[in-house]
């Protein structure tokens, strides 16, 4: 995208009444084995969420290497959380789940938790977000439409799974529902980034060299390729305002003019924009999390909302940013 620019021990709920809620119920996703996790996933895909791919994306997420959203599949981005992993623990580089990785992920503390909703978490909401690039321009915000897709951003979790632990929730104020628990965000101080375009990641260096994070990542597009060479960060804006401008981005729809985009997570860049020193380009955040590396951006770097937003708090102007093809 290019721009000018108190958690409870868990007991089962209540709510989680019949078979099928029951197998999602926090004792089996927080005792599932990661051993009855392929290696490596294939082609073949499940239509439910499996409790230990859900506990395995928690795991890694907690230790930075990010599957990007949690959402019980065994998709790309977990592969590429587990290879990156590897990197962070100086263990050979493939990707798979073997017993070293699963010896080194595993602890016993709690995959979810509990979440008592507040009035604050049903603030700010818009009635929905409009395709068109012209009326999001009339819009005050580009706020959550739901206290459900604010908490899903907030605990890494895709809207379904969240549906799927809290079964005929409405979300309201006060009432308590089932999350995953991700951990803090990584702390740090990055000294360069590498966008490696080949894996759509991002992989966050300390001054010593030590991997600090890794990101799955959505990295430019056929007809709007992200740069290449080295780069240098300018600055970092949270909740940034979007200046469509068709002659310098992209055209949109029928829009032929300059449209300035309200802040909001729902915005086209998200909650943060990391400004590169080549103009118009970026890392930033998304309206879409579960589309990262599914599909294609304008040139720009894409993380999930709250991705973006550790990598911003862990770097500085003149952090080195370096695309590699």
Request: proline letters at 8%.
């Amino acid at each position: 995208m290019k721009i000018y620019a108190v958690i409870a021990i868990l007991t089962l709920m209540p709510a989680f009444g019949g078979a099928a809620a029951q197998e999602f119920g926090p004792e089996t996703i927080n005792t599932a084995s990661l051993t009855t996790v392929a290696p490596k996933h294939t082609a073949k895909t499940s239509k439910e969420p499996d409790p230990a791919i859900i506990r395995l994306q928690v795991l890694l997420d907690r230790a930075g290497a990010s599957p990007g959203v949690i959402d019980g599949f065994y998709g790309d981005n977990v592969s590429k959380a587990i290879a990156g992993f590897e990197a962070m623990n100086h263990l050979a580089v493939d990707g798979k789940l073997d017993p070293d990785v699963i010896a080194r992920l595993e602890t016993d503390a709690p995959i979810t938790q509990t979440y008592l909703v507040t009035p604050e978490d049903a603030t700010g909401l818009v009635d929905h977000i409009p395709d068109d690039y012209g009326e999001k321009a009339k819009m005050k915000s580009m706020g959550y439409t739901s206290v459900a897709e604010r908490l899903s951003e907030r605990f890494h979790m895709a809207i379904g799974l969240l549906n799927k632990l809290n079964p005929g929730s409405d979300f309201a104020p006060g009432k308590t529902v089932l999350v995953v628990a991700p951990g803090p965000p990584k702390e740090g101080h990055a000294k360069r980034i590498e966008i490696n375009k080949k894996t759509s990641q991002v992989l966050a260096y300390d001054e010593s060299g030590a991997l600090l994070a890794v990101y799955p990542a959505t990295i430019g597009s056929e007809d709007n390729p992200s740069p290449s060479g080295t780069h240098k960060v300018k600055g970092v804006a949270r909740m940034p305002v979007y200046r469509y401008n068709p002659k310098l981005n992209f055209k949109q729809g029928k829009n032929n003019k300059i449209l300035t985009i309200p802040k909001g997570p729902n915005g086209p860049v998200g909650s943060v924009w990391i400004d590169l020193d080549k103009p118009t380009y970026g890392i930033h955040g998304t309206p879409d999390p579960e589309l990262i590396d599914k599909g294609q951006s304008h040139g720009c770097v894409r993380l999930t909302n709250w991705d973006a937003e550790e990598l911003a708090g862990m770097v500085k102007p003149s952090v080195v940013v370096h695309f590699n093809n």
